[in-house]
């Protein structure tokens, strides 16, 4: 069965600080993995995926197959990030995703 | 712009009641999700829909039941409302296709049975 976990509930980081948040998986097969972000007042929304390779908002995130894991890094955070992240997850020639429980991240000016 | 609306945005009812949640799109999309948030719990699947005349049960839907009206409607019930089901719940749409993945979220519905 697939799991998506997220250890840290709250986290708090200085701007200008490197962020880091954790996301660990649970999955037989070849899972694709996803960030998504809702921002203060706004919807859930994507943030960036795994099969994509970006940098978006300066945030990157590696699929590292053998730790299981898809963690969410930023070299410098900005007050702007401050938001709720969720990571999910979507099986191989599923159409389901499964979220983690989230990680509310707060950028302290 | 194309958009998922949900409506209503709020609703406080009793427990007992039966409740619909109702959520439209203009985004063309054919595939329709309905999810509930609880704090500490992330988002948990309800039902989805990847057409008018597909209804699939996710991971909880035990006391909920879906309609798919047309391809640009999908609402969620609450045959009888119980005082567990208060949370915030959210419906989502996809395209169809192996490459499209990403989820388009509506605003989310607050609900809350007394």
């Keep these: 069965a697939q799991r998506v976990t997220q250890p840290e509930k709250l986290l708090s980081v200085f701007k200008g600080a490197p ?11 070849s899972p694709e993995l996803f960030w998504y972000v809702q921002y203060s007042r706004q919807r859930l929304q994507l943030l960036l ?3 994509s390779r ?10 590292n197959k ?5 963690h969410l890094k930023k070299p410098f955070a900005q007050e702007e990030d401050s938001a709720m992240y969720y990571c999910a997850l979507r099986g191989t020639g599923a159409n389901n995703l499964f979220f983690g ?7 302290i000016p | 712009d194309a958009d998922v609306t949900q409506t209503p945005r709020n609703r406080i009812t009793k427990t ?4 619909m949640l109702e959520c439209s799109q203009t985004k063309g999309h054919d595939r329709m999700y309905w999810y509930r948030q609880d704090p500490g719990l992330g988002l948990q ?9 597909d209804i699939n049960k996710g991971e909880i839907s035990d006391g909920y039941s879906v309609s798919r009206q047309a391809q640009a409607k999908f609402s969620l019930s609450l045959e009888s409302a ?3 089901q208060t949370a915030l719940y959210f419906c989502a749409t996809s395209p169809s296709g192996t490459g499209s993945s990403e989820q388009f979220f509506g605003p989310g519905t607050r609900l809350t049975v007394l």
Excluded: M, Q, W
């Excluded at chain 1, 962020?19 to 999955?27: A, D, G, P, R, T």
């Excluded at chain 1, 429980?101 to 950028?107: F, H, K, Q």
């Excluded at chain 2, 007992?16 to 409740?19: A, D, E, F, L, V």
């Design chain 2, 16 to 19: 007992g009641k039966r409740i």
């Design chain 1, 54 to 63: 970006e940098s978006i908002k300066g945030f990157t995130a590696d699929l």
């Design chain 1, 19 to 29: 962020v880091e948040l954790k996301c660990n998986y649970s999955y037989s097969g």
């Design chain 1, 49 to 51: 995926r795994h099969i």
């Design chain 2, 45 to 53: 699947l309800i039902y989805y829909s990847f057409d008018v005349k």
């Design chain 1, 66 to 70: 053998g730790e299981t894991s898809f």
């Design chain 2, 82 to 84: 119980i005082p567990n």
């Design chain 1, 101 to 107: 429980t989230g990680t509310r991240l707060t950028v």
